[in-house]
T-cell receptor
Framework: DAGITQSPRHKVTETGTPVTLRCHQT?????MYWYRQDPGHGLRLIHY???????DKGEVSDGYSVSRSKTEDFLLTLESATSSQTSVYFC???????????FGQGTRLTVV | GENVEQHPSTLSVQEGDSAVIKCTYS??????FPWYKQELGKRPQLIID?????GEKKDQRIAVTLNKTAKHFSLHITETQPEDSAVYFC????????????FGRGTSLIVHP
């Protein structure tokens, strides 16, 4: 499993509520990424981190924020969930350099 | 930023046939090209990758080719089997910029027994 876990695995929430997804790694890898996966769109980058407290936006960052206060945890927050944020969210980690990215199991989020 | 186009979006073949999935990229500085396989309900997992200093790489029934001049790379699967049915993603990344992998939209491969 490459030492990466996401929680929760499934969540149903109401429109307008805040939601936080967690990505936890045991590999001490520097780079962490949050993607969302939607039919016909593949994997789109939301935010990424290149170290503790070092984060930046991806192509679909509107409505999302992230935090990384420890190497092992990368949190994704939907500040006020909307139905358009219903998706499967994947966290990925990478040790550094141009190498393989390892994905978490994914979190299926439904906003009703 | 990088843009990766992937074709076809769906590919249906008979067991034993070959399958080819093609990707193009826009940033000539990209130098690492992985391919991921995602089975239904599971996470994407690397099946093969290629770097820009190599034109072709093979691993049993899977091969990847890279044409840097044309900025395209392809995945070839020979003697397809039903267990090859999955969604395949190509990606591109480069040195620096947090090595962000940019993914194609995916190809759903269906292998009919």
């Amino acid at each position: 499993d490459a030492g990466i876990t996401q929680s929760p695995r499934h969540k149903v929430t109401e429109t307008g509520t805040p939601v936080t997804l967690r990505c936890h790694q045991t590999e001490n890898h520097r780079y962490m990424y949050w993607y969302r996966q939607d039919p016909g769109h593949g994997l789109r980058l939301i935010h990424y981190s290149y170290g503790v407290k070092d984060t930046d936006k991806g192509e679909v960052s509107d409505g999302y924020s992230v935090s990384r206060s420890k190497t092992e945890d990368f949190l994704l927050t939907l500040e006020s969930a909307t139905s358009s944020q219903t998706s499967v969210y994947f966290c990925a980690i990478r040790p550094g350099g141009n190498t393989e990215a390892f994905f978490g199991q994914g979190t299926r989020l439904t906003v009703v | 930023g990088e843009n990766v186009e992937q074709h076809p979006s769906t590919l249906s073949v008979q067991e034993g046939d070959s399958a080819v999935i093609k990707c193009t990229y826009s940033d000539s500085a990209s130098n690492y090209f992985p391919w991921y396989k995602q089975e239904l309900g599971k996470r994407p997992q690397l099946i093969i990758d290629i770097r820009s200093n190599v034109g072709e790489k093979k691993d049993q029934r899977i091969a990847v080719t890279l044409n840097k001049t044309a900025k395209h790379f392809s995945l070839h699967i020979t003697e397809t089997q039903p267990e090859d049915s999955a969604v395949y993603f190509c990606a591109a990344s480069k040195e620096g910029g947090s090595y962000i992998p940019t993914f194609g939209r995916g190809t759903s491969l269906i292998v009919h027994p």
